[in-house]
């Protein structure tokens, strides 16, 4: 019997779902079974599928129920003692299953191993590496971090099946999200994390629709406020839990360039809790500056001059930073273009970081870039 089950929910994704199981068989750890469900396809993706012989292959139908639904399905239909998910549009790197199921084997008591991941493009270059426990060296049961800024890449983790099984898996009604909403309610009843400090995953961004992700969330939190204690536990209540969502939808509505939403979200939050939200600036900063860096963002700089010119009357002391997160925004196109070999433009993108920011002329990793990028600018010159 196996002792890892993957899952892959998939739907209409004929063009990478390939990729996606064959980044499994290809894995150095090999007592495993994979699970392709999929979620109603009307593509060619069950005879892609079925091409691939290899018996650790089952191949699972349904009409299509969303990837909750799925993956649940997927859960019920496995065997083995450890579970971990891939999305059918992302791939795992080789070692994953090798280097995280000795973490589940050595100690009983850890219920879930997380990794880091690899942000790429559509033609696979490679945009960021994230090694999120250089900012969660330890996981913890913050329950506020879970809820928010959860800080793991669902598709790095594997799971004890047990609990899965407690906690009752995917909440069938979401869409989106899901992997927040049991990620919280498994650290809530006590499962421990533990960290596996090696990039396991190689993920390309996307981005939900406002109303898809706003519905979902909103769920999630109405769930996790049904326990009278949480505003004890994380520290904040219900309205404040949904100002931070509205904060959220804010960026991602300018994000789209949706100026009147970011608006009304930002505008939302503030009458949810005033006093509150005037205490959270760094917070709101620091979710700009995520939204320029962001892969799926490519004018960085754009984005920040979108957000500070529709910015509500009442968020306007915002602009005292602009400064500041236009030279992050800068650092980001910098870093972006240095990857696409756009040497002219990564100087003046770093030139400008320093010009918003000059105490950035130290910073070694800019200075590092800068050195390449000249140094390239001259080599095709003179070729």
Same mark, same amino acid.
């Given at each position: 019997?196996?002792?890892? #089950?993957?899952? /892959? ?13 064959? #980044? ?16 109603? &396809?009307?593509?060619? =993706? ?30 019920? &239909? #496995? =065997? ?8 059918? @549009?992302?791939? %795992?790197? +080789? ?22 991941? /690899? ?5 696979? /270059?490679?945009?960021?590496?994230? $090694? ?16 928010? $800024?959860? +800080? ?20 069938? *009604?979401?869409?989106?999200?899901? @992997? ?10 006590? *499962? ?29 939190? @109405?769930?996790?406020?049904?326990? +009278? ?13 949904? !100002? ?24 939302? !939050?503030?009458?949810?809790? #005033? ?10 900063? =620091? ?11 490519? @004018? ?11 910015? +509500? ?39 400008? =970081? ?11 990793? /800019?200075? $590092?870039?800068?050195?390449? &990028? ?6 095709? %010159?003179?070729?």
């Amino acid at each position: 019997m196996p002792k890892v #089950s993957v899952i /892959i929910p998939t739907y209409n994704r004929a063009d990478t779902i390939q990729g996606a199981i064959y #980044s499994v068989l290809n894995q150095t750890y090999t007592n495993f079974e994979l699970l392709v469900v999929d979620d109603g &396809s009307t593509d060619d =993706t069950k005879e892609i599928v079925n091409k691939i012989n290899d018996s650790r292959i089952c191949y699972i139908w349904q009409r299509n129920q969303e990837r909750s639904v799925a993956r649940n399905n997927g859960i019920r &239909s #496995s =065997t083995g003692d450890y579970v971990s998910f891939l999305d059918s @549009d992302d791939e %795992y790197l +080789p070692h994953k299953l090798e280097v995280q199921v000795p973490v589940l084997d050595k100690n009983k008591d850890t219920g879930m191993v997380l990794g880091g991941w /690899i942000d790429v493009d559509n033609n696979g /270059i490679v945009l960021r590496k994230n $090694s999120p426990w250089n900012l969660r060296p330890e996981l913890n049961h913050d329950l506020k971090d879970w809820l928010f $800024s959860s +800080p793991v890449h669902f598709c790095t983790s594997l799971v004890r099946r047990e609990w899965l099984e407690y906690t009752g898996g995917f909440d069938p *009604c979401l869409i989106r999200g899901e @992997d927040v909403d049991l990620w919280f309610r498994m650290i809530h009843a006590g *499962c421990q994390p533990e960290w596996v400090k090696s990039h396991v995953l190689q993920f390309q961004h996307h981005i939900s629709d406002l109303p898809v992700y706003e519905k979902n969330y909103q769920r999630i939190l @109405d769930k996790a406020y049904t326990d +009278p204690e949480l505003p004890d536990l994380i520290g904040i209540n219900k309205d404040q839990a949904t !100002a931070i969502l509205c904060i959220e939808l804010a960026f991602r509505a300018y994000l789209f360039r949706g100026g009147n939403e970011g608006q009304s979200y930002l505008i939302r !939050a503030g009458i949810l809790d #005033s006093n509150w939200i005037n205490q959270r600036d760094e917070e709101i900063i =620091t979710k700009i500056v995520g939204f320029a860096w962001n892969p799926v963002n490519s @004018d960085p700089v754009g984005y920040v001059e979108f957000v500070f010119n529709n910015l +509500p009357y009442d968020f306007r002391r915002l602009n005292k930073q602009k400064n500041w997160i236009l030279s992050r925004a800068w650092m980001a196109q910098s870093f972006r273009t240095s990857l696409y070999d756009q040497q002219k433009e990564t100087i003046k993108a770093l030139l400008l =970081t320093i010009k918003y920011d000059p105490s950035l002329i130290f910073n070694k990793g /800019i200075l $590092s870039l800068y050195r390449k &990028s000249i140094i390239r600018l001259i080599s095709d %010159y003179i070729h």
